[in-house]
């Protein structure tokens, strides 16, 4: 019988901090603010990635590339996603659709989005109309809303690879 499609949904939120560079779903937009994190700390591929790995049973991205790991100190994270593709290859599945939306008050992400698309279009496999960004600010409302974090989600659905 063929194996029924799994869906995954990831999450993730880094601080903002004045010098550091703003990269988001592998590109990188001007600003003077930018996510703290281990890696490059970039909350969408972030986000994605765990989304993928749940829907693989494999856990989350932190169990793959913990953050103590020293040779991770600033890394670029498509490879994260890169590996969590590669597991859900490994059994037999493929991103078929995947949406998201991106949480901040700054920088302004809107001008971004077809980019943002376009790259995680490219690293998924995926035409971009199977691809869904979106940028939303929290109102001034908290910690986001504040300017002082930017938040992530991401839903992916993975169907079985055809042969
Ligand atoms: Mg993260």
């Known amino acids: 019988m063929k194996e029924a499609p799994r869906i995954g949904i990831g999450a993730d939120l880094h601080r903002l901090a004045a010098g550091r560079a703003c990269i988001l779903g592998g590109v990188e937009i001007p600003s003077d603010v930018g ?3 281990h ?3 970039d909350a969408l591929l972030h986000a994605i990635t765990d989304a993928v790995l749940g829907a693989c049973g494999e856990g989350d991205i932190g169990d793959i590339f913990p953050p103590s790991d020293e040779r991770l100190a600033g890394a670029d994270s498509r490879p994260f996603l890169d590996e969590a593709l590669r597991r859900a290859r490994a059994l037999g599945f493929a991103p078929v659709s995947v949406d998201s939306i991106v949480i ?6 809107s001008p971004w ?5 376009a790259s995680l279009a490219s690293m998924l496999g995926l035409p971009a109309d199977r691809v869904g960004v979106k940028a939303k ?3 001034g409302l908290g910690a986001i809303g504040e300017g002082r974090a930017i938040e992530a989600r991401a839903v992916v659905l993975l169907a079985p690879i055809s042969d």
Not at 113 to 117: N, P, T, V
Request: charged content about 40%; hydrophobic content about 30%; aromatic content about 0%.
């Open 35 to 37: 996510p703290l994190g």
């Open 104 to 109: 901040a008050e700054r920088p302004r992400l």
């Open 113 to 117: 989005k077809d980019a943002i698309r």
């Open 39 to 41: 890696s490059d700390g």
């Open 137 to 139: 600010t929290a109102e």
